[in-house]
């Protein structure tokens, strides 16, 4: 294992998804399972998202492409948030999620733009309490 780039993985597991976010799935992790956390912050969140060949809010939105078009909608909310952190507007996020319908068909484009609705209410009260 590469101590240094699965620490520099966790850091921007944490700023792209949130110290709470990333704190949950790491106190959740079990003898188990942790070994794979350690996996995901060094090759996931090190190798790919630590490279300085696309910045985050390119990285944001391949992943919501990729996600939506494989059906995997809790990770694509997870990365909506994300992607929201990563400074992408709602304009940009709006054209993505059509690109999406109109790409991976409507079906999945409707599940997209439901899950940004249900993520952006979440925030909404998230920054009224």
């Known amino acids: ?5 699965q620490q520099a993985g ?4 944490r700023k792209v998804l949130g110290d709470g976010y990333v704190d949950r799935v790491l106190e959740k992790a079990d003898d188990f399972s942790r070994p794979f956390q350690d ?10 998202w630590t490279d300085d060949a696309l910045d985050l809010k390119q990285r944001s939105l391949l992943n ?3 996600l939506a078009a494989l059906g995997r909608m809790h990770k694509f909310r ?9 400074g992408l507007t709602e304009a940009e ?23 940004a609705q249900d993520v952006r209410a979440e925030m909404q009260k998230e920054a009224l309490a």
Do not use: S
């Open 93 to 115: 996020l709006r054209a993505a999620l059509t690109q999406i319908a109109v790409y991976c068909g409507i079906p999945a484009g409707v599940e997209a733009f439901r899950a």
């Open 39 to 48: 996996i995901l912050n060094e090759y996931c969140w090190g190798m790919a």
């Open 78 to 86: 997870i990365h909506f948030r994300g992607a929201l952190r990563n």
């Open 10 to 13: 966790e850091a921007i597991r």
């Open 1 to 5: 294992m590469d101590k240094p780039l």
């Open 64 to 66: 919501l492409g990729m």
